[in-house]
């Protein structure tokens, strides 16, 4: 896979970048002079190698740093994260441990616990009333377990009522949210259509997508969602190499993407989601 996209971005200078920001621990921070660690960093730094399909490099002491990290105090977020995290570098029995006696302590749909406004978003700005439920979505399908039908039902009922028009919001439909709902509600064997995607792609000279439709400029967020989103629907986006060229334009000099044309910090969630983006759209080419 790292062969395909070294044809559009430095994927060298990605690896440099992440390599140069993991600590002895085993975890990730994407601040290079900061020891920091963290589990969204650490995440992302193994979706990128997963991505890339490369092993993580001393995969053992990342394991050991997740199971670690994931706590009580620890966001809904994070603590899927983490789960999601340990499956990938194949610590089942791990990842099986945290879901089954942590992430449902703090989400449990049929005790009415939907982990809103408690904080741990890892998007950019306010966390959405469906993040904790996307993600915990994710953790469980990562381990494979079979949620019982009043969880189910609980769920499908709680996601639902965001629903506007054939979008998702909380005052007006965003990318996140409509992808984060459908994904949510695909999860559980509910199909649902939407052109909202279409609505918020930006063609000609910028590329990308926004959260809402006629605004600029695009973000890799709406971009990542949005793409996700027209992947699942079984689309494709119109304005393919408009949005190669924006993704391409993210890269910084120390290997790691923005989020935008105009805001400059490399992140390790930023650089997941450009190439995850480019690693879509060079499949429609």
């Known amino acids: 896979m790292g062969s395909k996209l070294s044809r559009f971005v430095n994927i060298e200078k990605v690896l440099e970048y992440i390599e140069r920001r993991r600590h002895e621990d085993g975890g990730y921070c994407f601040v290079s002079q900061l020891a920091d660690t963290n589990i969204a960093d650490t995440y992302y730094a193994i979706k990128i190698y997963d ?3 490369l092993e993580v490099p001393e995969k053992e002491k990342t394991i050991e740093f997740l199971y670690n990290s994931a706590q009580m105090q620890t966001a809904t977020v994070g603590v899927a994260m983490a789960i999601e995290g340990l499956m990938i570098l194949g610590a089942r029995d791990l990842a099986q441990e945290k879901l089954e006696s942590l992430l449902f302590k703090k989400y449990n749909p049929v005790e009415g616990k939907f982990a809103v406004g408690l904080g741990g978003s890892e998007e950019f700005g306010t966390a959405t009333p469906l993040e904790a439920t996307y993600w915990a979505m994710r953790a469980i399908n990562a381990t494979g377990y079979r949620l019982d039908r009043e969880s189910v039902e609980r769920i499908i009922e709680f996601v639902r009522k965001f629903r506007i028009g054939d979008a998702y919001g909380v005052t007006h439909p965003t990318t996140t949210m409509t992808y984060q709902a459908l994904y949510t509600l695909a999860s559980l064997g509910i199909k649902e259509d939407t052109r909202y995607f279409e609505l918020c792609e930006v063609c000609g000279d910028w590329g990308g997508f926004t959260e809402v439709p006629n605004s600029l400029p695009p973000y890799i967020e709406p971009t990542f969602y949005a793409l996700r989103g027209l992947q699942l629907l079984g689309k494709r986006a119109s304005c393919i190499k408009a949005h190669i060229k924006f993704i391409r334009s ?10 935008s044309y105009e805001l400059g910090i490399s992140t390790f969630q930023n650089t997941y989601r450009a190439l995850a983006s480019l690693d879509i759209l060079i499949r429609w080419l």
């Not at 993210?250 to 989020?259: S, V």
């Open 51 to 53: 991505l890339l399909e």
């Open 250 to 259: 993210l890269q910084n000099p120390n290997g790691g993407f923005r989020r």
